[in-house]
């Protein structure tokens, strides 16, 4: 059987625009996917922008004015990529068009924003909506996640899950949009990046019922476009100490989101440790997966052991790519695009995919829980 061809058009032309552009130039290495993404469409405010674009030769529509792709019959699936105080009107609009949409974090500007997106997702069933998060499909991650759901664990003790980098320990880079509460929301990094924290716990059911945050705002100016510092008013990095349950033990449960830690680049860690067993994975070293247990030493009696797994390059979708070769962002990416696109055909199974629009508006309450607790120094229920 042929794969079904689907149109898809991006709203946004930046960074991820781009990454997803070059993903869907990929798509042949995915082996016997239902669905062929062919981009036909690309928009953004910032007419330079959509020359970078000129390199892919499906691409025949470029505009300024997002709603002449709406307008388009011919245009299927939309990715959008724009400012978090945009999230609400374009998603709307994309959803009430009945375009199928992938949608970046943090799907709204809050949690008002968030409910409005998905009151439209309610009311135009047509249109198959998920969230933008890549990092989960890291092979790694998904070692790490099948062992957690295959019991191995026996009586959870703690979980962490992470997103590190340090983009902004350059005190002189300019201020940006997404260190504007006006333009990133009060949530600040937890809106930029607390996605990459979520979707891991919330889909193995891990709903936090009482948050206590660690928030920070380490750099409070930066240079505006005259140079001239301005107020630079979002949380750097956000630390969430919780109450979760697995298999109905209460455990603690901690998510760190951070722009300032020194030495990182763009880590993402997560680890659960069970009173049988434990697993570790961190994007710092994808091809390694590190298991405990209490294994019998020859010689040596019965021991604790952390024990080294090497993964290789496969994930949700099989590809061409030899399975002892090592995995990366943009394979990543691929992964995400490939089990959104099954999923909206039907055909994803029990593979694992994007996030839903009810995860991605939980962690809306999530936030503004770890808000309220950074303000009123207490544990506060989402």
Not at 186 to 204: F, I
Not at 206 to 231: F, K, M, S
Not at 350 to 367: K, L, N, S
Request: hydrophobic content about 40%; some cysteine.
């Amino acid at each position: 059987m042929s794969a079904k061809t689907v149109t898809v058009a991006i709203i946004g032309a930046g960074l991820m625009g781009r990454e997803i552009a070059a993903a869907i130039q990929r798509w042949p290495a995915l082996i016997d996917h239902p669905v062929r993404p062919r981009l036909t469409a690309v928009c953004d405010i910032n007419e330079s922008a959509l020359a970078w674009f000129d390199e892919i030769d499906t691409v025949t529509t470029k505009v300024t004015d997002y709603h002449e792709l709406l307008a388009d019959p011919a245009i299927d699936v939309i990715y959008v990529a724009v400012r978090h105080d945009l999230h609400e009107r374009i998603y709307s609009d994309v959803i009430a068009a009945g375009k199928s949409l992938l949608a970046e974090k943090p799907f709204g500007i809050d949690e008002a924003a968030a409910q409005a997106i998905l009151s439209a997702v309610e009311a135009h069933p047509e249109s198959f909506v998920r969230c933008s998060s890549e990092m989960p499909f890291f092979p790694g991650a998904q070692l790490a996640i099948d062992y957690v759901r295959s019991g191995a664990l026996g009586t959870i003790v703690e979980a962490r899950n992470s997103f590190l980098h340090a983009s902004d320990v350059d005190v002189t880079k300019p201020i940006g949009w997404k260190r504007q509460n006006r333009f990133c929301g009060e949530a600040g990094v937890l809106n930029d990046l607390g996605m990459h924290t979520w979707h891991v716990p919330l889909r193995l059911g891990w709903a936090p019922e009482t948050v206590y945050g660690v928030l920070q705002n380490i750099v409070t100016e930066r240079p505006g476009p005259d140079g001239v510092p301005v107020p630079c008013d979002t949380w750097d990095n956000a630390v969430l100490h919780s109450w979760a349950r697995h298999d109905g033990v209460r455990f603690p449960l901690t998510t760190e989101t951070k722009r300032i830690d020194p030495g990182q680049k763009n880590t993402w860690e997560f680890e659960a440790i069970g009173l049988d067993g434990g697993v570790r994975f961190s994007t710092k070293n994808p091809r390694s997966v590190e298991v405990f247990a209490i294994a019998d030493i020859p010689g040596g009696g019965r021991e604790q052991v952390w024990q080294q797994i090497d993964v290789g390059s496969q994930s949700v979708w099989p590809t061409v790519t030899g399975p002892n070769f090592e995995f990366g962002f943009s394979d990543s990416i691929l992964q995400m695009w490939a089990a959104f696109l099954a999923e909206r055909e039907g055909l994803l199974g029990d593979r694992f995919g994007c996030v839903t629009p009810q995860e991605a508006a939980a962690t809306h309450a999530i936030y503004r829980a770890a808000i309220r607790s950074d303000e009123e120094g207490a544990a506060v229920a989402p």
